[in-house]
């Protein structure tokens, strides 16, 4: 599930009563505002199909797909792209873009992956691992579904912000949680995210048996500079997101 325009500044504001990340409750304003923001269109999803490359007739999973804008950017470079989220409200969305026909399925990211081992030649996880406190089991299913020689693409919080989205700040090397409200169109909704440090990510990526390709802090689109003249210099200069890409090391010979 994709991120939406900011992270939040000082303090932690607790999160209400209502159930933390519930998507089905607020899915159309979070897809109308994830739409054409800067962080979310000029920004990270440009970051990932570039990450992604040459994808035509490559079988991907999109992990955590929300209303589909990245399966459908995919899909229209030639990929043959199912879709898998935990919320049923950001599904139908996302039928609604992708068509009748489009492989959806709802899951969540926490239980078995419903396909075959080596179904997929790729995994997108756009800014959804840092919803799971365990990385483990998730990671371990889906380099079960890709097949050897297949790439995991991921973007998380960048841990450098993550850490200090809380005052007095807590311990770097400590996997905490974190709370706050989302505000949609008037609606304050609460979310509620993992953070780990930099060591711990590349380590759950290479004990679920993924080797490490890249690791990258990319710049947002040029054409954000005109469009967001009052946000573009303080994405393009400070951190938020990181990507990687990790794959499953072919068989040995």
């Not at 459908?72 to 873009?97: E, K």
């Not at 492989?103 to 992956?113: K, M, Q, T």
């Not at 396909?115 to 919803?131: C, E, K, N, Q, R």
């Amino acid at each position: 599930m994709e991120h939406v325009s900011e992270m939040p500044e000082g303090l932690v504001q607790p999160a209400g009563p209502a159930q933390a990340n519930d998507y089905d409750s607020f899915a159309e304003a979070y897809s109308a505002e994830n739409e054409n923001s800067l962080i979310n269109a000029y920004y990270e999803r440009p970051a990932m199909v570039a990450l992604a490359g040459d994808v035509a007739g490559r079988r991907i999973l999109d992990a955590g797909c929300g209303s589909g804008p990245l399966s459908a950017a995919l899909r229209d470079r030639g990929a043959v792209v199912t879709g898998i989220d935990a919320s049923a409200g950001m599904l139908a969305l996302a039928r609604r873009r992708l068509g009748d026909d489009a492989a959806l399925h709802l899951v969540d990211l926490s239980d078995p992956l419903p396909f075959a081992d080596g179904a997929f030649d790729d995994v997108v996880a756009s800014l959804v691992l840092h919803y799971l406190e365990d990385w483990g089991p998730t990671l371990a299913e889906m380099r079960r579904v890709l097949r050897p020689g297949g790439r995991l693409i991921a973007s998380v919080d960048h841990p450098f912000v993550a850490y200090t989205i809380q005052d007095p700040r807590p311990d770097y090397f400590a996997t905490t949680s974190y709370a706050f409200d989302w505000t949609f169109d008037g609606q304050s909704v609460p979310m509620k995210f993992w953070r780990r440090p930099l060591h711990a990510m590349i380590d759950a990526f290479t004990t679920a048996g993924f080797r490490l390709a890249v690791i990258s802090e990319p710049q947002p689109e040029p054409a954000a500079r005109e469009l967001f003249p009052d946000d573009f210099h303080a994405l393009s200069t400070k951190t938020t997101f990181l990507f990687f890409v990790v794959e499953v090391p072919p068989p040995a010979l």
